[in-house]
């Protein structure tokens, strides 16, 4: 059975901090995507980045950056330089790649709650 | 964009009632998920759909049943709503090569 493991329940920093949320997964397949998702306050989830289990490159985007790590079965999410705006609880998800099949599941952490204080 | 609405942003309803709740997705996405979002718990996988008609039991299906009968629309029912049944209620809706998936807004359903 997947797993996804979030282990902050809660992080709070002060605006211009740098931040990382961890996850760690737990899976079976050799094909596999990884995902982030923020919900703030408003409650709809935004899709923030996907990534294969082929693909290891780390990934930037502004301030948002992502670590990708096969050997501890990791995906951790940073954010550099925080922002008030980045409040928001942050979701890592896994979903396995069927073949052939159009019905992927995702299967989520329990969330990160983070709150940036100005 | 993708848009993904959702019948209601909240509901209360009674126990015992049979609750609709209603989701449409606008971009002819094959496949569409229902989950519920509880404190401490993160989202769970109620039911999921990945053509008209067609349906599949996701990890907490229990109290739940959902219909499709157009490609655009996938409702979630409570057949006799029970106050365990309080929570936040999200649609999603994805095609099979895109595997990310897009949600709607949410429902806060309150069971009284």
């Known amino acids: 059975a997947q797993k996804v493991t979030q282990a902050q329940t809660e992080i709070s920093v002060v605006e211009k901090e740098d931040v990382t949320l961890d996850c760690v997964y737990e899976?079976?397949?050799?094909?596999?995507?990884l995902f982030w998702y923020k919900q703030p306050p408003s409650g709809e989830l935004v899709f923030l980045i996907r990534?294969?289990?082929?693909?290891?490159q780390n990934e930037i985007s502004g301030r948002y950056s992502w670590n990708f790590q096969k050997s501890t079965s990791s995906f951790n999410f940073t954010i550099t330089a925080s922002q008030v705006v980045d409040s928001a609880v942050y979701f890592c998800a896994l979903s396995e790649a069927r073949s052939g099949g159009s019905n992927y599941k995702l299967t989520f952490g329990k969330g990160t709650l983070l709150t940036v204080n100005p | 964009d993708v848009k993904v609405t959702q019948s209601s942003r909240y509901l209360v309803k009674r126990t015992g009632e049979k609750v609709f709740l209603e989701c449409v997705q606008d971009?002819?996405?094959?496949?569409m998920f229902w989950y519920r979002q509880d404190p401490g718990l993160g989202l769970r996988l109620i039911y999921f759909s990945y053509d008209v008609k067609m349906k599949e039991k996701g990890d907490i299906p229990e109290g739940y049943s959902v219909s499709r009968e157009k490609k655009e629309r996938f409702s979630l029912i409570l057949e006799s709503a029970s106050t365990n049944q309080t929570s936040m209620y999200l649609c999603a809706s994805t095609t099979p090569w895109a595997y990310e998936q897009y949600f709607g807004p949410g429902t806060r359903l309150t069971v009284t």
């Open positions: 990534r294969n289990s082929f693909d290891e």
């Open positions: 971009m002819d996405h094959e496949n």
């Open positions: 899976t079976r397949d050799t094909t596999y995507y």
